[in-house]
């Protein structure tokens, strides 16, 4: 489907939902009893408590009730919720989120294309993968995020608010969950009020076990995740017009997480081992795949309400560290050997932000604040330089390699307005804008069997970027239950240098990576029908973005390439790259074009029973972006593998015109569809319910090695019973229901410029079976 099509199909359905007021004047239906109504959904979407029917942009709410109902125990089954959103937690090293086909890769170091906030302070996703538990409600904020969030964010946000302490009620819970693959996870959380409406102590707590049904077949060894963490929440309310809240979180996570490989051995290489497909669910690596993470995140927010305006403070401090051992050879392409990667990293963030807004105005509405954020990290590796005589061979000998990212730092500095103008009685109109400066301090030394020497030249080592990003909206309201709005967003991603480049020949400006700037605009409308019994909400959106920030991996380098040097000896004039540094990692810039649309629908069918369905339509593609490539016969079009560069050029540069992939070269497919339904049957003192998800994935393409994989769909079911007034709740679940096994991505692993039989593999997770059992013991 063009982006033509997109916009007519989208604009004829918004047309639709516009012309219903006259169609419902002819037979308005009798008033729905409370009961049967869709209940208000509040989210801060906008720094600001509102109907999420109010807000002029496509927001989807998840609260805290539906991710217990719907056993979500991971932030990555979020996404089975939200379509366009894709959480992938990398295999513990590498988490990334991509929305609206904007996909991101953290290797690149770059400010995330999607921001994870936890109580409104931005975090990494490390750590949002971490846990899930004693959550209030999860936001997914789509489109850029320019005016009001801490960070920029070109394809949007995700928030997660943890939940806050009762002042007037105690109140303690357990939640138990016992399944297959050694799941046990427990939450249990105890709520005191320690001065009755004054102060009041939260404390929760989390124990998780998992394994994914992953088993080394050499070795015998099983993945699995174990995660513990505590977390504490103060409330103090000391008048009717101030608020306090501190909360600090404490978390440990291990993770063995070996990949899944398929194929088979090439024994005339020495080669062994089965002969393996993605049902197996087998890994072959002979050494660790082992990762450690710990965090500690601290939260305070004040709000102070005083004649008509309203101060309030958000400040965070996060320290992690990360370190992991990993085998790199992971598809065993050379039998007894081990290519091991240590890495440890710490990183430490500050942020603060300061707004103040009007809130009883009539006409006009306005708000201003300030965001400050400083960080600092430090990385260092540790492996060998390995050196080989032949294929499929040991190395003959190996020097030690290692890189250590000097105490990196970065500052942002950001002012922001928000204005808020009621035209008439049915028309709002808002703007916003924000400046921000950044400025990022970074240096890598490589050190080769000696002393590590600085890789950038002193001229490189300190960035800084400004820049003007805001945001504009228009909505009316036909009806109290029906509005429409169009909305314009811009974002922004400050450039940097690619880290740990092992090309020492390797001029600085192929290190560079410049800023991205975006530019978003909607159409979108948002309905209640049937005395709001069903909500219908859609929009249709197109986003350019210029120098959209991207990574290449293994690309070939020539260190001793000259501008204007005649045609080499290689195809096509290009000449041989330099195999003793093998595939380099750059980042990289090019312009690309998003286009799409969106809808979500959810009714309440009879008494008990209500049901949601969402969808989403993306096309996002670069727009003649000149990339870093492989290209071996000087073509100009990228190739697999290969062994040579084009002439004139340190790397070779392509023009492409081809959809946006993620960090593995994946391009997701277009279309993706979520449902989720929930019936209620009283029985006395107890009802019975039964809850489903059901979740499609669309086909996605691998162009590098021009391979489709199908699309899919998983189903969720949940049965139980709870008590009628909800004080316990008792259920059986099982989360893809027909254990559908479906290949997502695969990956070639080289070793001395050659591949062996197998071939990494991304696979859905497996059938997982379980009971689980919540008590609440409120008063």
Not at 76 to 88: E, F, N, Y
Not at 586 to 610: C, K
Request: net charge negative.
């Amino acid at each position: 489907m063009t982006s033509k099509a997109i916009f007519l199909s989208g604009a004829g359905a918004l047309t639709l939902i516009m012309a219903g007021p006259a169609l419902a004047q002819t037979a308005a239906p009798a008033a729905a009893p409370e009961g049967i109504q869709i209940e208000e959904v509040v989210v801060t979407a906008t720094k600001r408590s509102e109907n999420i029917q109010n807000v002029p942009s496509t927001v989807t709410a998840v609260t805290g009730e539906t991710l217990q109902k719907l056993n979500i125990l991971s932030f990555q089954d979020v996404q089975k919720l939200t379509p366009g959103l894709d959480l992938d937690n990398g295999g513990g090293r590498a988490q990334k989120i991509s929305l609206r086909g904007i996909s991101f890769d953290p290797d690149t170091a770059a400010s995330p294309a999607v921001q994870v906030y936890w109580n409104e302070t931005p975090i990494g996703a490390s750590t949002a993968f971490r846990a899930m538990y004693d959550v209030g409600q999860v936001e997914v904020l789509r489109g850029p995020q320019g005016t009001l969030r801490g960070q920029t964010s070109p394809a949007g946000a995700v928030t997660i608010v943890s939940r806050r302490p009762e002042f007037n009620s105690y109140g303690a819970s357990i939640f138990q969950t016992v399944g297959s693959n050694s799941l046990f996870n427990t939450q249990a959380s105890i709520n005191v009020p320690l001065i009755e409406g004054k102060l009041a102590l939260r404390v929760a707590g989390l124990y998780n076990h998992d394994r994914d049904g992953v088993e080394n077949a050499y070795n015998g060894r099983k993945n699995g995740d174990t995660t513990h963490s505590v977390r504490a929440s103060l409330g103090w309310r000391p008048t009717d017009d101030i608020e306090v809240f501190l909360v600090h979180q404490e978390l440990n996570d291990r993770l063995v997480s070996q990949p899944i490989v398929v194929g088979a051995p090439i024994t005339a290489a020495g080669q062994i081992g089965p002969s393996l497909n993605v049902d197996d669910r087998k890994s072959v690596v002979d050494g660790p795949a082992d990762y450690y993470h710990k965090s500690s995140l601290t939260s305070l927010s004040a709000t102070w309400s005083f004649a008509g305006h309203r101060l309030s403070y958000i400040g965070g401090y996060q320290r992690t560290t990360d370190t992991s051992a990993r085998d790199q050879d992971v598809t065993n392409v050379i039998k007894g050997f081990s290519d091991v990667q240590s890495v440890f990293a710490t990183a430490h963030q500050l942020t603060q932000e300061l707004r103040l807004e009007s809130t009883d105005r009539h006409f006009w509405n306005y708000l201003i604040g300030g965001y400050y954020g400083k960080s600092d990290a430090y990385a260092a590796f540790n492996q060998n330089y390995n050196i080989f005589f032949g294929p499929y061979q040991p190395p003959g000998f190996s020097l030690a390699l290692s890189g250590i990212s000097k105490p990196a730092e970065g500052k942002d500095l950001a002012f922001f307005t928000d204005h808020r103008f009621a035209l008439t009685s049915r028309d709002d109109l808002e703007l916003g804008l924000r400046w921000q400066r950044h400025e990022s301090t970074a240096q890598n030394l490589l050190a080769v069997a000696g002393p590590p020497a600085p890789v950038l030249p002193p001229e490189f080592v300190t960035r800084k970027s400004t820049a003007w990003t805001g945001s504009a909206s228009y909505k009316h309201r036909f009806t109290d239950d029906l509005m429409a709005y169009a909305s314009y967003g811009r974002g922004f991603r400050p450039g940097g240098t690619t880290q740990f480049v092992t090309a020492a020949a390797l001029a600085p400006q192929y290190r560079v990576y410049q800023d991205e700037t975006s530019d978003s605009f909607e159409l979108g409308v948002k309905s209640q029908w049937l005395d709001r019994r069903l909500q219908v909400n859609g929009d249709i959106f197109h986003q350019k973005i210029d120098g959209y920030i991207s990574r290449v991996n293994g690309v070939n380098s020539r260190g001793a390439a000259v501008a204007g040097e005649p045609a080499g000896p290689g195809p096509g004039g290009s000449y041989p790259y330099d195999a003793a540094t093998g595939g380099i990692n750059l980042n990289t810039n090019g312009d690309a074009v998003i286009t799409g649309a969106e809808v979500q629908v959810t009714g309440v069918i009879t008494e008990g029973w209500q049901a949601t369905i969402s969808a989403s339509y993306v096309d996002a593609h670069y727009d003649n972006a000149l990339l870093y490539c492989n290209d071996n016969n000087n073509d100009g079009v990228p190739d697999a593998g290969g062994a040579f560069v084009q002439p004139g050029r340190q790397v070779s540069v392509c023009a492409s015109n081809s959809k946006l992939a993620n960090d593995t070269g994946l391009a997701p497919g277009k279309f993706n569809l979520s449902l989720n339904s929930e019936y209620v049957r009283n029985v006395g003192a107890v009802d019975l319910f039964a809850r489903g998800l059901a979740r499609y994935t669309p086909r996605s393409y691998l162009p590098n090695v021009d391979q489709h994989f199908s699309a899919y769909a998983t189903v969720d079911l949940y049965l139980g019973v709870r008590s009628a007034d909800r004080a316990w709740e008792a259920s059986l679940f099982a989360q893809n229901l027909f254990d559908k096994s479906e290949q997502l991505s695969v990956g070639t692993v080289y070793v001395n410029g050659v591949a062996g039989g197998y071939r990494t593999a991304r696979v859905n997770a497996e059938r997982k079976v379980g009971i689980s059992f919540r008590y609440n013991f409120d008063r």
